[in-house]
């Protein structure tokens, strides 16, 4: 086995496929046949339709779900801005919206130390916009973030995000991610995709605190990436992505209009929190079919593909998905991972080239080491970040440089344990105060740390014997 794939325990169960037509019912029946809305939905159900896309997108763009629950969503008082929305967003409390979400644009390298484990936060309370492009009013652009949990969102909660999809990458602490449409178990080396506006809560697992790192794609969706003469397999495969089966809490509360609201929903509506307390779980979708769904993905069972002859390629070969931009093969975020693999490149530099990209990227790790950075303390290390801005020259540091250069170029297994990924963006990216300053994580001397001694090798101009 190349790499570990996990078990699926019993508690969870999955459909599989990516941007297929899926659908579950939890009580038999459920499902209406044939029509989406009839004049009495079975079982006494609501019917309401969730679309992520606009009703007349075309076909292969085109995506909604019909959800069957016990209540329809819109029975909810007024949301109200959430009383103290976590300084966690992107500012203190008090900061005005245009200053919490400022985003300051640096052409230097920036990189992180280990973002701390919090513990009084839950997954949203704990979620911290580090850098981003656009703007989720305009759906245009994208945020990046890192979340820090040491609790699970409160069991008469939930979540949704107004200002896009939200691709989460855990690095330390699992996440049981109760969905409308389900569940998903989402381990470190793992991933979820949750659609905007649908509605979630996250809960620790074994009370075991979680870290990790988000994108939220403020326009478009996640899209499987080309293939071209790879072939019709490779990369991630559609079939393993892992959609939730329905499943639902029957709580519905009093039906007196003055009876108890016990449960409260937060949003992320252009980056501010607001929340609403109502009287029925928003779990009650009893059964669903669409293709707008929440789905998860092993990155164990991601299909590496490399040289087997010279050089070193592009990174877009790790590409697990794309969000493209109008533009095609410019995406607004690609998400790569750089997993265990075999370099075997005949009179090669190995490690990555020295490079200046029109794309930003921003690069995290989920575990082990990255082949062209040291790790310990001051380095790349899992937990921490990188930001290489768009044009701002990097590639490995001084020693990895040294060590590659002068390396035997025997067939070599690198990155045993290990995987890195990247956030990559057409966009130039902004980095908050959040980010900058309060996180206190920027290391001070990274570029210095990394490329302050490079080396000259110029042999002025001899020729070399071959
Ligand atoms: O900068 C990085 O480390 C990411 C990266 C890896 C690679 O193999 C080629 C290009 C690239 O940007
Ligand atoms: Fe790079």
Redesign the pocket.
């Known amino acids: 086995m190349p790499v570990t794939q996990f078990e699926i325990p019993e508690k969870y169960q999955y459909q599989n496929g990516f941007d297929s037509y899926l659908e579950s019912e939890a009580a038999p029946g459920a499902l209406p046949i044939g029509h989406n809305s009839p004049q009495k939905p079975p079982l006494g159900l609501y019917a309401e339709k969730l679309s992520g896309t606009a009703f007349t997108a075309p076909r292969h763009e085109n995506k909604q779900t019909w959800l069957y629950r016990i209540l329809p969503s819109c029975a909810h008082p007024p949301f109200v801005a959430a009383e103290s929305p976590s300084e966690s967003l992107v500012g203190k409390d008090e900061t005005p919206l245009e200053k919490k979400n400022k985003l300051h644009y640096i052409p230097n390298q920036l990189r992180w130390d280990p973002f701390d484990h919090e513990s009084g936060t839950d997954f949203v309370s704990g979620l911290h916009l580090v850098a981003g492009a656009g703007d989720p009013t305009l759906k245009q652009g994208l945020g990046m973030y890192i979340y820090a949990a040491g609790k699970s969102m409160d069991q008469k909660s939930a979540f949704y995000s107004a200002d896009g999809d939200l691709l989460v990458v855990p690095q330390e602490g699992a996440l049981d991610i109760k969905t409308e449409f389900g569940c998903l178990l989402v381990r470190p080396m793992e991933i979820a995709v949750i659609p905007r506006g649908v509605k979630y809560r996250v809960s620790l697992v074994d009370g075991r605190p979680a870290r990790g790192y988000a994108l939220e794609l403020y326009q478009g969706h996640f899209v499987l990436p080309e293939l071209g003469p790879i072939g019709s397999n490779g990369l991630a495969n559609a079939r393993d992505f892992q959609a939730p089966v329905a499943a639902f809490e029957e709580d519905h509360g009093s039906t007196a209009f003055d009876g108890p609201n016990t449960y409260t929903v937060r949003t992320k509506f252009n980056n501010s929190l607001f929340e609403t307390q109502q009287k029925h779980s928003p779990f009650d979708v009893v059964a669903w079919h669409g293709n707008y769904y929440p789905f998860k993905y092993d990155l164990g069972r991601f299909n590496t593909i490399g040289s087997i002859s010279f050089d070193?390629p592009?990174?877009s070969i790790f590409t697990v998905l794309s969000a493209p931009s109008d533009h095609v093969g410019t995406a607004i975020a690609d998400f790569v991972i750089?997993p265990p693999r075999w370099l075997v490149g005949e009179d090669t530099f190995r490690p990555?080239?020295y490079?200046r990209?029109t794309m930003s990227?921003f690069?995290g790790l989920i575990q082990g080491g990255?082949d062209?950075k040291k790790g310990g303390k001051g380095g790349f290390v899992p937990g921490g970040a990188s930001l290489?801005n768009v044009m701002s020259g990097?590639?490995p540091d001084m020693d990895s440089y040294e060590g590659a250069r002068n390396a035997e170029l025997k067939p070599l297994k690198v990155g045993e344990g290990s995987c890195a990924f990247?956030f990559e963006s057409c966009l130039m990216v902004g980095v908050t105060d959040w980010g900058l300053e309060t996180c206190q994580k920027v290391q001070g001397s990274y570029s210095e740390h990394s490329w302050g001694g490079v080396k000259v090798h110029w042999n002025g101009g001899k020729k070399e014997e071959k």
């Open positions: 070193h592009d990174p750089f990555p080239w490079h990209n990227e690069m990255y062209a290489h990097h590639g990247m």
